[in-house]
């Protein structure tokens, strides 16, 4: 079977100890579980930049020394930033400057959408220029689906040449005004893929049943999982993961149940066509020679 890419969402745009007191919130505890997360076998890792007071920013000032600390660590996941909106409070301009973080992967979200009272603003001219770019530093894009009308937006990209194969498509379940927690709009979400898809689920929900339901879903018909404290912070029903990488090690051990293997940063790196140029702009000669 296709190894597994296990990415980990250390940590969200949220307040996030409304959920769990567990939730890394500061720069060192957020490269901490970053670290623990690759030890334990996540190829990926998800990050929002938080500041020392915990605070989130789309800042890259607040990027880098999180990376640095990641990197201090030998860890060669491969990281993949957050370019939203960070709850209204970045601008377009802030979250194209992303690039300069040079990291791996970026987050492109593939439309509006209403949530929360407000607009998610990421129009068509936004999403354009964003995907310009991110092609033109050699930034894989993780385009983030939010709501079946996105799906038109990931074809325009496609179309324009600003995706390029493989695409990398992570369908969003559970965000007020996106797509719902029910997997029957699964089959229908994954037949609207291009071909030269890699693609997978982030589930955003409280509830441990629904989110194990439906990530089994991507688990048996070829996609990928995320995982972390960003999404859900239950490792069984009632049962609070104490740290990120409990629930990476959970799946790595899940997949050795059912007989997938799980992939490598290095073998994640191929899987999603991520150059060997690009990888070593983004990590240090070091850790990648030991990797």
């Known amino acids: 079977m296709k190894p597994l890419i296990?990415?980990?969402?250390?940590?969200?745009?949220?307040?996030?100890?409304?959920?769990?007191?567990?939730?890394?919130?500061?720069?060192?505890?957020?490269?901490?579980?970053?670290?623990?997360?690759?030890?334990?076998?996540?190829?990926?890792?998800h990050l929002h930049a938080r500041k020392e007071d915990g605070t989130t920013s789309t800042d890259v000032a607040a990027y880098r020394p999180i990376m640095e600390r990641i990197h201090a660590a030998r860890c060669d996941a491969i990281l993949n930033l957050s370019a939203g909106d960070d709850g209204?409070?970045?601008?377009?301009?802030?979250?194209?400057?992303?690039?300069?973080?040079?990291?791996?992967?970026?987050?492109?979200?593939?439309?509006?959408?209403?949530?929360?009272?407000?607009?998610?603003?990421?129009?068509?001219?936004?999403?354009?220029?964003?995907?310009?770019?991110?092609?033109?530093?050699?930034?894989?894009?993780?385009?983030?689906?939010?709501?079946?009308?996105?799906?038109?937006?990931?074809?325009?990209?496609?179309?324009?040449?600003?995706?390029?194969?493989?695409?990398?498509?992570?369908?969003?379940l559970?965000?007020?005004?996106?797509?719902?927690?029910?997997?029957?709009?699964?089959?229908?979400?994954?037949?609207?893929?291009?071909?030269?898809?890699?693609?997978?689920?982030?589930?955003?929900?409280?509830?441990?049943?629904?989110?194990?339901?439906?990530m089994f879903y991507a688990f048996t018909h070829g996609g990928h999982v995320r995982t972390g404290m960003e999404d859900m912070v239950f490792l069984t029903p009632g049962v609070l993961a104490q740290t990120n990488a409990d629930m990476v090690a959970q799946w790595v051990k899940t997949a050795a149940i059912w007989g997938r293997p799980v992939a490598t940063p290095a073998q994640a790196r191929q899987i999603l066509g991520i150059s060997a140029e690009r990888t070593r702009k983004c990590i240090p000669g070091a850790i990648q020679a030991a990797a």
């Not at 007191?21 to 060192?28: E, L, N, Q, R």
């Not at 505890?29 to 670290?35: H, N, R």
């Not at 979250?95 to 439309?111: I, T």
């Open 174 to 214: 559970g965000t007020t005004g996106g797509l719902p927690l029910d997997e029957r709009i699964l089959p229908v979400l994954v037949d609207q893929l291009p071909e030269g898809t890699e693609w997978s689920l982030c589930v955003k929900t409280g509830d441990a049943e629904v989110y194990q339901r439906l």
């Open 88 to 172: 209204g409070r970045a601008s377009h301009e802030q979250r194209w400057g992303l690039v300069e973080v040079n990291a791996e992967v970026l987050s492109l979200d593939a439309g509006p959408f209403n949530t929360g009272g407000r607009v998610y603003d990421n129009s068509p001219a936004y999403l354009k220029r964003m995907a310009q770019i991110m092609q033109t530093a050699q930034v894989t894009p993780a385009v983030e689906v939010f709501e079946f009308g996105h799906m038109h937006g990931v074809r325009d990209l496609v179309a324009a040449g600003l995706l390029k194969k493989p695409f990398y498509i992570e369908f969003v």
């Open 6 to 45: 296990i990415c980990a969402a250390v940590t969200g745009a949220m307040p996030a100890r409304s959920k769990t007191p567990h939730h890394p919130v500061t720069p060192d505890e957020c490269a901490k579980s970053a670290a623990e997360c690759w030890k334990a076998g996540a190829a990926m890792v």
